[in-house]
C-alpha cells in the first residue's frame, strides 16, 4: 500500500522524509524514492525494495533541500524497478502518487502527440506531463499554477493522492486526493503532507483532511485548498493525540466508518499484487503443482469469510470451470469428506488464526491434501502451514466487523478464479474482466457518496426489531453477509435468503412494514429477484431495493431505492457491499451500539 510524504521545511528535510517513510512501511511497498529542491533545481533518489536500499542510495548520491516529497509504491502500472519508482519528472514537475489513474493510456497518447517523452511504464508519469504540460501553456498568466491543477486533477479519472513539487518554486507544493486518503500537517513556518496522520505524527499532531475531490496549494505559511471546480473552500483543522495516531480514526467517528472509506484504496493494492495493468491481465504466484490438474476446489472458511467463499464458488465455477464445493470451517473437519489428488483446499481468513479454519487446514495437510491460504495477516499460522498464500493487503482492521478484509477477499477470490480460467475466458474476456476490475476503486467512491441517503434511511431501520436481505445468484451470498453485517453491530436480528427461496416457507415472516432489503443488479437474475420482490410488496412488506439504472427501475410500492453505478455483472458483489456495509454502520449509530466493539464478539476468533 503505497505512501506519500511531503514536507516545506526550514531545514534539509531528506532525513526527516526517510523517518516518516520507515512510518509508513507498515503498508507495504517494493520501492521508494525522495525528491528535494535545492538551488531552484529539482533532484531525486530512488531504489527497488526496502528503504534500506534507498538508504544507500543516499548515501551515494546526498539530497539537499528544505522541501521534499516521499513515497513507497505498490507496483501497479509496471514493474518494482528504480526506473518505475516514484517520485516522476517531467520538465519542471515532480510527482508522487497512491492509486490508479484509469484513463492514463488515453492522456498518454494525447501528451506523446503533442511530443511528450515518457521514460516509465507507470500511470503516475502521465500526471506530471500533464501538470508541465498546462504549466507551460498558462505560462503567461498571473495564476499560472492554480489553473495548471485545476485542469490536471479535472482530467484523471480514478483514485488518487498526489503530491507534487515544481522547480523553481522552493516554498510551494501541490496536493490533491480523490478516493485515496492524505492528510495536511501545519507546522511553525513549516507545512506537511502525509498519507495519514500517523506518518506525521513527530512532526505535528495539527491536522487538516482534505475532502474527496479537494486539491489544495501549501506554502511554509499557507494552505489554500480548493474544490474539484477550483472554488475555494475551508477544511477545518484538528488536534490528533500523537500516541494514538497509528490507530487514528481520522476524520470518522469509528474505526469502522474509516475502514469502509478506505476501501477504493486498500483494493487498489490488493489489485496491485495480482493485477498487470498494462497489458489488462491477471496473475498468481507460482504453485508448486500444476494448476490444470485441479479438478475441485473446496473454500472453507467462518463468517463473513464464508459469505466471499461462497461468491468465490460462482465465479470460480463460471470462469475457471472447476467444479466447487464450500464448507463451514467448524463443520468440515467433524465429517468424513472425500477429497483427492485433484483437490484444492482453500482456506479464507482476515486472520490467518481462525481456529477453526486453521484446524481445517491442518487436517487437509494431514491427508496430503494441496492447500491454498487467502489472508490478511502475512506472518499468520494459516499463511506458514498452506502450501500457497494469496494476501489481500487490507491493511490492519480495528472494527470487529470485517469490512475492508471483506472486500479484498472477494477481489483475490475474483483474480484467482480469473487466472484460473484464463484458457476458459480466452485473452479478450480476460482484458475485458481486467478494465473493469481497474474501474472499482472510482465506482466504490461513487457508492459512499450516497452515505447521506443511506443513513437516512438507516435511521427508520433503526426502529425495527427484524430485517430480511434477498438476492439471487450472485447477491444471494451478498444478503447473507449484508445480513451479519446489521445483526453483529446493531442487533437487530436479521437474516439473509436466497430470493427463490422465501416462498418455500420463509415468505411466512413477511408482514405489514418487515423491512425485506432486496439486492437486485441489473444482471440475467434481475427479473427473477424483481419478482421475489414483488411477493414479497404483495403481503405489504417494506422494501429497501439496491439496484442501479434509475430510469429502467420500476419503483412503484418500494419504500426506499438506493441507486449504484452501472458496473460489470460479476464484479456487483464487491460494489453492492458498500452500500449493506454503510446500511449496517448507520443503523448501529442511530441505534447507539457500540459499533466497533459490539458485544460478544472478538476481532480474531481463537478458540472453536
Known sequence: MCGIIGIIGQEDVTPTIYEALKRLEYRGYDSAGIATILDNKIDRCRSQGKLVNLEAELKRTPLKGNIGIGH??????????????????????????????????????????????????TDTEVIAHLFSYHLAEHASEVDSI?????????????????????????????AARKGSPLVIGHGDNEMFVGSD???????????????????????????????ADGQPVKRPMQVKDASASLVDKGQH???????????????????????????ATVHIPEFDFDTSEIKRIVLIACGSAYYAAMTGRYWLETLAGISTDIDIASEFRYRDVAMDEGTLAVFVSQSGETADTLAALKACKARNVKTLAIV?????S??????????????????????????????????????????????????ELVKALLTLPRLMGEALKLEANIEQIATRLSKQENAI????????????????KLKEISYIHAEGFAAGELKHGSIALIEDNMPVITIAPKDAMYPKTISNMQEVIARQGDVILLTENPDKTDTDNITDVIYLPEINALLSPILYTIPLQLLAYHTAVAKGTDVDQPRNLAKSVTVE
Not at 400 to 424: E, N, P, Y
Request: glycine letters at 6%; one cysteine or more.
Open 72 to 121: 513507497t509504491r505498490w507496483a501497479t502500472h509496471g514493474a518494482p524497478t528504480q526506473q518505475n519508482a516514484h517520485p516522476h519528472k517531467a520538465d519542471s514537475v515532480m510527482v508522487v502518487h497512491n492509486g490508479i489513474i484509469e484513463n492514463y493510456l488515453e492522456l498518454k497518447n494525447t501528451l506523446k502527440a503533442k511530443g511528450f517523452d515518457f521514460q516509465t511504464e
Open 146 to 174: 492554480k489553473i495548471a491543477a485545476r485542469k490536471t486533477f479535472a482530467m484523471l479519472e480514478g483514485a488518487y493522492a498526489i503530491a507534487l513539487l515544481i522547480e523553481n518554486e522552493d516554498r510551494m507544493m501541490i
Open 197 to 227: 496522520a500517523f506518518s506525521l505524527a513527530p512532526m505535528t499532531n495539527r491536522i487538516t483532511y482534505l475532502e474527496d475531490g479537494d486539491w489544495a496549494i501549501l506554502t511554509d505559511t499557507s494552505l489554500d485548498i480548493f474544490e
Open 253 to 279: 467517528r469509528h474505526f469502522m466508518a474509516k475502514e469502509i472509506f478506505e476501501q477504493p484504496e486498500v483494493i487498489s493494492h490488493t489489485f496491485a499484487h495480482y493485477v498487470n495493468a498494462n497489458e
Open 376 to 380: 490478511n495477516a502475512p506472518d499468520s
Open 382 to 431: 494459516m499463511q506458514r502451514e498452506a502450501d500457497v498464500t494469496l494476501p489481500t493487503f487490507a491493511g490492519p482492521e480495528i472494527g470487529v466487523a470485517s469490512t475492508k478484509a471483506f472486500i479484498c477477499q472477494l477481489a483475490v477470490l475474483f483474480c484467482f478464479a480469473l487466472a484460473l480460467g484464463k484458457a476458459r475466458v480466452g485473452k479478450e474476456g480476460e482484458n
Open 469 to 484: 436481505f434477498i438476492g439471487r445468484g450472485l447477491m444471494s451470498p451478498l444478503a447473507l453477509e449484508g445480513a451479519l
